[in-house]
């Protein structure tokens, strides 16, 4: 999974280039929704290895795109405070599905918590969908302009 997450992530950049992080954001979230359906069908073994690298391509290439929209949507300054609350978010709601996908695993079944997968991302999909105005400002495509003030931005000049 680790290894296809890193050439996702490759495949991610190349894409990148070419087209507007918003649209490929929203396809890949697609296409992460249709490789974890399988999932709650599979059994520890090649399918679920299986399953697991084309989730680790996808996801390596979700990053890619995620970092590009939150970049293009946040307020100016405000990186290290916009990643500071989504983690909070992000990690908060990991740390309870955790707890319930243990509890649900055991009280029911391993494939009723791997069932519920493929359903918070759905969701997701219709919430992105919904609130596709709101991230408009990520529909743009990346000019040479735009990688070089970000490079300048980022370039230590105290040198």
């Given at each position: 999974?680790?290894?296809?997450s890193?050439?996702?992530?490759?495949a991610?950049?190349?894409?990148?280039?070419r087209?507007?992080p918003?649209?490929?954001?929203?396809?890949?979230?697609?296409?992460?929704?249709?490789?974890?359906l399988?999932?709650?069908?599979?059994?520890?073994?090649?399918?679920?290895?299986?399953?697991g690298?084309?989730?680790?391509?996808?996801?390596?290439a979700?990053?890619?795109f995620?970092?590009?929209?939150?970049?293009?949507v946040?307020?100016?300054?405000?990186?290290?405070s916009?990643?500071g609350?989504?983690w909070?978010?992000?990690?908060s709601?990991?740390a309870?599905g955790?707890a319930f996908?243990?509890y649900?695993?055991?009280?029911?079944s391993?494939?009723?918590?791997l069932?519920?997968?493929?359903t918070?991302i759905?969701?997701g999909?219709v919430?992105?969908?919904?609130g596709?105005?709101?991230?408009?400002e990520?529909?743009?495509?990346?000019t040479t302009?735009?990688?070089?003030r970000?490079?300048?931005?980022n370039a230590?000049?105290?040198n």
């Amino acid at each position: 999974m680790g290894i296809a997450s890193i050439l996702g992530g490759v495949a991610a950049g190349i894409v990148s280039k070419r087209y507007s992080p918003l649209e490929w954001f929203m396809r890949n979230y697609i296409l992460w929704l249709i490789f974890t359906l399988p999932l709650a069908f599979t059994y520890p073994g090649w399918s679920l290895a299986l399953v697991g690298a084309c989730l680790g391509f996808i996801g390596g290439a979700q990053q890619v795109f995620y970092w590009e929209v939150l970049e293009a949507v946040r307020p100016l300054g405000s990186e290290v405070s916009s990643i500071g609350w989504l983690w909070t978010i992000e990690g908060s709601f990991m740390a309870i599905g955790s707890a319930f996908g243990g509890y649900i695993s055991e009280a029911f079944s391993p494939r009723v918590t791997l069932a519920i997968t493929p359903t918070c991302i759905a969701i997701g999909a219709v919430i992105l969908f919904a609130g596709r105005k709101y991230l408009s400002e990520a529909n743009a495509r990346p000019t040479t302009e735009n990688d070089l003030r970000a490079m300048r931005d980022n370039a230590d000049e105290t040198n």
